[in-house]
T-cell receptor
Framework: QKEVEQDPGPLSVPEGAIVSLNCTYS??????FMWYRQYSRKGPELLMY????GNKEDGRFTAQVDKSSKYISLFIRDSQPSDSATYLCAIGDNYGQNFVFGPGTRLSVLP | DTAVSQTPKYLVTQMGNDKSIKCEQNLGHDTMYWYKQDSKKFLKIMFS???????INETVPNRFSPKSPDKAHLNLHINSLELGDSAVYFC???????????FGPGTRLTVL
């Protein structure tokens, strides 16, 4: 089983839709959870960062972590065409030395 | 003001050559990283460097060596380049291990 799994998509939604992006992980030692957005030919850009179970909200973005199920989600409300990008989840261990990225989900928001 | 910068942005070279990629961060961070993103978009950590301690991903060939002249710089030197080294290489930095990482724009390496 891969350490981090993520549906690669592509995922196409109409503008204004609620988007749900998900990752599962296998190692319960992972304690840090991040979501990055990567536009084509650009470096990943940090969107959300959390280390606890539950929800964390920032504007139109909500990150959800369920450590018991080893499942993390990113919700995007009122999606915009500018949200079209690849979204990568990243999970780190307690020592911050080992970060594993999911393969990314490619999202297209259609006007 | 660019937080994490890398040079060059593009690098095309022949097999067998030795090349370096430079990375600089002006965030005052203590930890820097190198990642490789292959053609399938998998982003894999290669090295992390924190307070002069180098942590190496065991899957990285020893042809790859990071060099840190000071806390703000972590350069990546690659010896005897191979076709499979073609990828985008990203530098990143964070305040400390486990903290949020900020990425550079990437260096697209093509080995012919």
């Amino acid at each position: 089983q891969k350490e981090v799994e993520q549906d690669p998509g592509p995922l196409s939604v109409p503008e204004g839709a609620i988007v749900s992006l998900n990752c599962t992980y296998s190692n319960s030692a992972f304690q840090y959870f991040m979501w990055y957005r990567q536009y084509s030919r650009k470096g990943p850009e940090l969107l959300m960062y959390t280390y606890s179970s539950g929800n964390k909200e920032d504007g139109r973005f909500t990150a959800q972590v369920d450590k018991s199920s080893k499942y993390i989600s990113l919700f995007i409300r009122d999606s915009q065409p500018s949200d079209s990008a690849t979204y990568l989840c990243a999970i780190g261990d307690n020592y911050g030395q080992n970060f594993v990225f999911g393969p990314g989900t490619r999202l297209s928001v259609l006007p | 003001d660019t937080a994490v910068s890398q040079t060059p942005k593009y690098l095309v070279t022949q097999m067998g050559n030795d090349k370096s990629i430079k990375c600089e961060q002006n965030l005052g961070h203590d930890t820097m990283y190198w990642y490789k993103q292959d053609s399938k978009k998998f982003l894999k950590i290669m090295f992390s460097y924190n307070n002069k301690e180098l942590i190496i991903n065991e899957t990285v060939p020893n042809r790859f060596s990071p060099k840190s002249p000071d806390k703000a710089h972590l350069n990546l030197h690659i010896n005897s380049l191979e076709l499979g080294d073609s990828a985008v290489y990203f530098c990143a930095s964070s305040q400390g291990l486990g903290d949020e990482q900020f990425f550079g724009p990437g260096t697209r390496l093509t080995v012919l």
